[in-house]
């Protein structure tokens, strides 16, 4: 369905033309107002986005304009009921950006509000991109205003976890530019519909999937490749950890449905027992890590591991309702652990450490506080009513289908997060207070009132009324895993054939007269083996 406004395109450059006028601005007050003045805007540019046909598999509101047409390549953007939400979320959260960084962000004012509508303006590229060029561009463009959030305006160690982000996904990126080229020299075209369509053959579907999974597990991050992320976490500023936690990460398990199972979906179904694996260690060891840690930024960040842990399960599962949790946990850890990020920010401007020992026992001191911060807390560990219960449970209801030891495996994650979560909640709120001045510390300011409130909405919300989330994404989700049915098909053609490979082979030596008695010969020559 195309669009006859491009709101696509206005949702990507509108923050583009906002950071070129602050480049004119002096003023630091100035660029925050303008800075959230666009925020708000761009809200009120996605409006015509709420017309989405619901029961629609197809992309809708699509722009495509010839680029380069040597190349084949084309400006072609679209959302499908995958994407939609995506880009809603991604909207939506860039006046808060602003908000959480109102009083904390004191130098470079104007730089630091760039590089977050840089961040926005890319992020919603990736999600909307139908052209595997536009797609890389967008992916790309994030990096330099991600590194410049947590090397400028991050920590003491900020340069050396700037560096580790940077190597970590440009190493990847490399993987995936790799992939794109090898795709356009097989299919002829950079349109990601007509690479869906087009059938490659299952050892070209083979590498060019571990090139993008590699790729893609980086950015989300899976084990082993999450290093990276409680460095970042730790050393970015709160507006950077919430931006990386609420949409940095989700690039990578959106693109791991959009092209891993859509494009090379025999790859996938091939791939997927190794997929799960490293999914159910990543959940576990998350979990685990998280449980020790004695840095509040340290333990949501490995607990981020473990919560996108579920998103891959989720997805590699292929079934309905692992799909549906999957997604749904995508938006949910968006708004959760932005939230509590938002949390340990406001907290650290009263105290200047994001320690454990050094925020206990505020609860009698800061009681808005803490109702927030145990909020999203019960929200983390998925308690029954929130949102993040809904995509946990639907994940682990497929995973249950999909195999009894894979659903038990998984149970540990959920068990670990109430762990770690209300260990930290309790020490916060009862222990022992060690601040000196914890006594003259204020309660929330109408500024933290005003972002905070409408994350805490969408958690009961979400959690009691995900059928309009869930309707919005079922038909797109029924569309890719078509594809993966496909590619079941033919990994069972294949078994088909190396079996019937086998038995002639069988034949062969018994017209031969090779085969006497099994004991005569070693395990690997007797019949019924693998050759």
Same mark, same amino acid.
């Given at each position: ?12 450059? #509108? ?43 197809? &992309? ?20 499908? @009921? ?6 809603? +979320? ?21 730089? &630091?509000?760039?590089? /977050? ?37 991050? @920590? ?27 795709? !356009? ?9 007509? /690479? ?5 053959? #299952? ?6 999937? $571990? ?10 991050? +899976? ?20 931006? /990386? ?24 179904? !091939? #791939?997927? =027992? ?10 576990? !060891?998350? *979990?685990?890590?998280?449980? *020790? ?8 960040? !490995? ?34 652990? *932005? *939230? ?102 204020? %309660? ?9 409130? =409408? ?10 009324? =995900?059928? $309009? ?39 062969? /030596? ?7 008695? %099994? ?13």
């Amino acid at each position: 369905m195309n669009a006859s406004w491009p709101v696509l395109s206005t949702l990507i450059l #509108f923050p583009l033309a906002a950071s070129v006028l602050m480049l004119f601005l002096r003023r630091d007050t100035t660029v925050r107002w303008v800075a959230l003045a666009a925020g708000l805007i761009e809200i009120i540019l996605a409006l015509p986005l709420l017309s989405f046909k619901i029961g629609y598999a197809g &992309f809708q509101f699509v722009e495509k304009y010839t680029w380069i047409p040597q190349w084949n390549i084309s400006y072609y953007v679209g959302v499908d @009921g995958i994407s939609f939400l995506l880009v809603l +979320m991604t909207v939506a959260l860039l006046p808060f950006y602003v908000l959480c960084s109102w009083s904390y962000i004191k130098t470079r004012v104007k730089e &630091f509000h760039i590089c /977050l509508m840089i961040i926005t303006s890319a992020c919603i590229g990736v999600f909307t991109a139908l052209d595997f060029v536009l797609f890389f561009i967008c992916w790309e463009v994030q990096l330099a205003p991600m590194f410049l959030l947590i090397a400028v305006w991050g @920590g003491k160690e900020r340069i050396y976890a700037a560096i580790k982000f940077l190597v970590y996904t440009l190493s990847g990126s490399t993987l995936l530019l790799a992939a794109i080229i090898a795709f !356009y020299i097989h299919g002829g075209t950079f349109s990601i519909p007509d /690479l869906i369509v087009h059938e490659f053959s #299952f050892q070209f579907q083979a590498w060019t999937f $571990l090139a993008m999974a590699l790729a893609f597990a980086v950015k989300v991050p +899976m084990f082993p490749f999450h290093t990276w992320l409680p460095a970042a976490h730790v050393q970015a500023p709160t507006a950077g950890s919430v931006v /990386l936690a609420s949409v940095l990460l989700k690039l990578g398990t959106y693109a791991f449905i959009r092209f891993c199972l859509s494009i090379t979906p025999d790859a996938s179904v !091939y #791939f997927a =027992p190794l997929m799960i694996g490293i999914s159910l260690v990543s959940i576990i !060891y998350g *979990g685990l890590v998280a449980l *020790g840690q004695s840095d509040i930024k340290k333990l949501i960040a !490995y607990s981020s591991v473990a919560h996108m842990g579920f998103v891959t399960l989720g997805i590699f599962i292929f079934s309905i309702r692992g799909m549906e949790g999957a997604i749904l946990q995508m938006i949910n850890h968006g708004i959760v652990t *932005g *939230g509590l990020f938002m949390m340990v920010g406001i907290i650290y401007e009263r105290s200047h450490s994001t320690a454990i020992k050094d925020n206990m026992g505020v609860a009698k001191f800061l009681p808005a506080y803490i109702f927030f911060m145990g909020f999203f807390s019960f929200a983390s560990l998925a308690f029954p009513g929130t949102n993040s219960f809904v995509g946990e449970a639907l994940v682990l209801i497929g995973a249950f289908e999909y195999s009894l030891i894979i659903g038990l495996v998984a149970i540990p994650g959920a068990l670990l997060a109430a762990a770690y979560m209300l260990r930290l909640l309790l020490y916060m709120s009862y222990g022992e207070p060690v601040a000196p001045k914890v006594r003259e510390w204020h %309660d929330l300011n109408l500024r933290e009132w005003i972002y905070l409130t =409408p994350l805490a909405v969408l958690v009961p919300y979400i959690g009691l009324a =995900p059928t $309009l989330a869930l309707s919005t994404m079922s038909p797109s989700i029924e569309k890719v895993l078509g594809y993966i049915e496909s590619g079941k098909t033919q990994v069972n053609i294949m078994e088909v054939h190396e079996k019937a490979a086998d038995q002639r082979l069988a034949e062969f /030596l018994h017209e031969k007269n090779l085969i006497l008695e %099994d004991e005569a010969y070693p395990d690997e020559l007797r019949i019924g083996s693998n050759y």
